[in-house]
C-alpha cells in the first residue's frame, strides 16, 4: 500500500466520524472527546497527500500528531483508535531507509 492511500483511508473513515458527531445534539457534541482527538490527527493531510514520495512533513506526522494520538487518545475516546493504530503501523513499515533514522519513536504497538 502506498503512502498516500493509507492517509486517504484514515479521511474515509475520519471524516464520516466527524461529520455524524457534528451533526449530533449539542451535549453529545460535549462529551465526545474524539472529535478534538481526530481533528488534530487530520489537519494537515493537505500537504501530506501533496506529494507521493516520504518527505519530512511525513515525519513530523508520524513523530508528533500520530504519537500524541497514540499516547493520549484510547478505544474509549474514539472508536476510530484502534484503525488508526493499524495505519500507523503500516505508514511506519514502509518509510524509506533514508528517512528511518529521523523517526523518534518506533510506532504503535498494537497487541
Not at 9 to 16: A, E, G, M, S
Not at 17 to 41: G, N
Not at 47 to 65: A, G, M, P, V
Amino acid at each position: 500500500m502506498k503512502k498516500n492511500e493509507i492517509y486517504i483511508d484514515i479521511l474515509q473513515v475520519t471524516l464520516p466520524h466527524l461529520r455524524m458527531i457534528a451533526s449530533s445534539s449539542f451535549i453529545h457534541r460535549m462529551r465526545d472527546r474524539s472529535a478534538v482527538y481526530e481533528t488534530q490527527l487530520i489537519h494537515g493531510f493537505y500537504s501530506l497527500l501533496s506529494h507521493e514520495e516520504f518527505k519530512d512533513d511525513d515525519i513530523r506526522f508520524l513523530n508528533y500528531h500520530c504519537r500524541y494520538y497514540y499516547e493520549n487518545c484510547n478505544s474509549k475516546i474514539s472508536m476510530l483508535y484502534n484503525d488508526h493504530l493499524k495505519s500507523f503501523s503500516d505508514l511506519f513499515s514502509i518509510i524509506p531507509d533514508d528517512l528511518r533514522e529521523k523517526l523518534e519513536w518506533e510506532g504503535p504497538k498494537i497487541v
